[in-house]
Each structure stands twice: as C-alpha cells, then as structure tokens.
C-alpha cells in the first residue's frame, strides 16, 4: 500500500501551488453588495483588461433604465484616456415588417416594432440618455453611494460616485465627485387613506477595500436597473510610452542627448512626439530651440539679447530663458511692460 504514497504525495504536492494561485487570482477582485431592489437578472460588467471604472452612460425617465459601464486606461504619469461614449442613438431598431426595415422606416411601436439595447447596456430602453462621470482631475471611480425606490418594483434612482486617481492610497472627498439622480417616486394617498400606496426605499455607500478601486460592476437588471454593486482590485496602471527616442552614433540611448537635439531628430522623422519635445526645448530656454516649421534663416547668428527681446515681443515661452542668458552675458534689457 505505501508504494502509491511517493507518487500520491508528489500529485499533491504539485497541485496545492496550482490551487493557491487559482485562489489569488479570484481573490483580488472584490464584489461589493449590490444596492437596489430584489427584481432583475443578475450581470456583471467587468472593464476590459487594464482598465478602471470612470462612470456609467444612461437610460433614464422617472427611474434609471439601462446602465452602460465607462472604462479607462490609466497611466504611470498621472494622464487618463478618455471614455468611449456609445455613439448614435444607442438602441437596435428591431422592424416587425422586413418591408419596412428595407426602406429604413423610422421606428414605430404602432407597427409592431421594438428597440433593443446594443451590447454592454443592462436594463431596457427608455427614458432619455443621461451620464454620470468622473471629473479629469479624480477620473477612477473609488466609491459609490446608491438609492432605490418605487411602488410596486424599487429600482435604482440614484447614483453618487466618488472619485479619485488610480492610486492604491485614496482620501475621499466629503462630496460626491459626480451626481445623477432621477425625479423622486411619489405615492397614491388614495381616498380618504383607502387605496393608498406607499413608495419603498433602500439605499446604502459602498467603497472599495483599502489599495482598490473600481473596476467594473454587477447588480440585477431588466426592465430597469435593479440594484448596482462595484467590483474593486488594485489600481490598473500601465507604464507611459517613451515616444521619440532614437539612437545616437556610439550605439547610447536617447534620453543621453539634449531635449533639443531629440526636438531636431523627432522633426526631422515626422516623429508625433516632435512638437512635445520642440515645447520642452523651447521652454528650456536655450539658444538652440528649434524653429518650428521655418526654414533656416541666412546671415549670422543673433546675439542673444536681441532673440529675447523678440521673444518678449512675441510672448513667447522661451522667452525667460533667453533673457536669462541675456543678463548672464552681460546685456541689458529694457524691464518688461506693465
């Protein structure tokens, strides 16, 4: 019998890592409750990999409709991409008479026609289009404060989020980043008190555990959107792209040479990273800033004084520098206009 225990023990041995790492990988996103009423099909709405959640698109009327996740890239230098809004009108016209689908008839619910949402919208269609999104300056969505209500079916009525960078370490605001919310559901008194109905409310904040945020969400929806929750893992961040770097004669890296002779090499290749460069080398200062676009000009050099008086002129951004160099040579120059 001891004879299968070596091979036994190895198996083991082998998957508990597999296990253990199967475990870490679903442990690092975090679901959070989801906030609402108790109807709907549940989703779950991930971003794409590397990805944060920035805020939602909507459908809404007197409640919230349909929801429509917002995703970002986040960068190592603090910069976002921007969201990518669902363009037109954001429903799928479904005709009842293929006639009147091949003469592009517009939609008419007298005719047996429907509409549908496009893929990656949860709830139905109505109401109106509406947004809520995270402010530039604080674009990740970190939490979130829900309220649900109705008569006969509560769904989600409104959504706070606070927001903040991709930054594991985040202080909240004691103010929601960004605001949507729908009219207030209101009851029947009914007749002498007969008859009457009552509105239903629940709510709640949530925010993601400590070193996360937002980076997807789930909740139950279906003729409304039912109850929202956040899905929250560790900031993504992706490193910044180096753009324009050549290599110079000994084989060295560019980032050894002058921001000015990257400016000369990027304009020369069309580089897009060019103009950039060119900013930098100008607001540098230096007496070899590139002349953007302009052809070299024949006759000697201009002594540095006159070049920052005509920067001054110009107000342009080099303007400092040279007059710093001026000075330093020994110039003068007139004090700058009040």
């Not at 929806?221 to 050549?246: F, K, N, Q, T, Y």
Request: charged share 15%; proline share 9%; aromatic share 6%.
């Amino acid at each position: 019998m001891n004879r299968f225990a070596g091979p036994l023990h190895l198996s083991l041995a082998l998957l508990i890592p597999l296990a253990a790492a199967s475990l870490t990988v679903h442990a690092a996103e975090s679901y959070m409750p989801a906030i609402g009423g108790g109807g709907g099909s549940q989703f779950k709405a991930p971003c794409p990999s590397g990805q944060n959640l920035t805020g939602f698109e909507l459908f809404a009327g007197d409640d919230i409709d349909a929801i429509h996740p917002l995703c970002v890239s986040a960068y190592s230098t603090g910069s976002v991409t921007g969201p990518q809004l669902t363009e037109g009108p954001a429903v799928v016209v479904h005709y009842r008479n293929a006639t009147r689908e091949l003469y592009g008839e517009p939609y008419s619910a007298l005719s047996g026609d429907w509409l549908t949402l496009p893929e990656g919208w949860y709830g139905s269609v109505g109401g109106g289009r509406a947004s809520v999104i995270c402010p530039h300056e604080r674009p990740i969505v970190v939490a979130m404060r829900v309220a649900a209500e109705g008569v006969n079916t509560v769904s989600v009525n409104n959504i706070h989020l606070y927001c903040g960078p991709a930054l594991p370490s985040q202080q909240l605001d004691d103010n929601p980043s960004a605001i949507f919310d729908a009219p207030q559901a209101v009851g029947d008194p009914g007749t002498f008190g007969i008859g009457s109905t009552d509105v239903s409310k629940t709510g709640g904040f949530q925010r993601c555990p400590e070193g996360k945020v937002a980076v997807g969400i789930h909740g139950r929806s279906g003729e409304w959107l039912d109850a929202l929750g956040l899905i929250c893992d560790a900031p993504r961040v992706l490193p910044a792209m180096a753009l324009g770097r050549v290599e110079i004669e000994n084989g060295g890296p560019a980032s050894k040479m002058s921001i000015c002779d990257l400016a000369k090499s990027a304009r020369a290749r069309n580089s897009p990273a060019a103009p950039g460069l060119e900013r930098q080398c100008a607001e540098q200062g230096h007496n070899d800033t590139v002349a953007f676009a302009r052809v070299k000009t024949e006759g000697p050099p201009r002594p540095i004084c006159e070049m920052a008086r005509s920067a001054r002129a110009r107000k342009s951004p080099a303007a400092p520098g040279l007059e710093r160099q001026c000075l330093a040579a020994g110039g003068s120059l007139d004090p700058p206009a009040p």
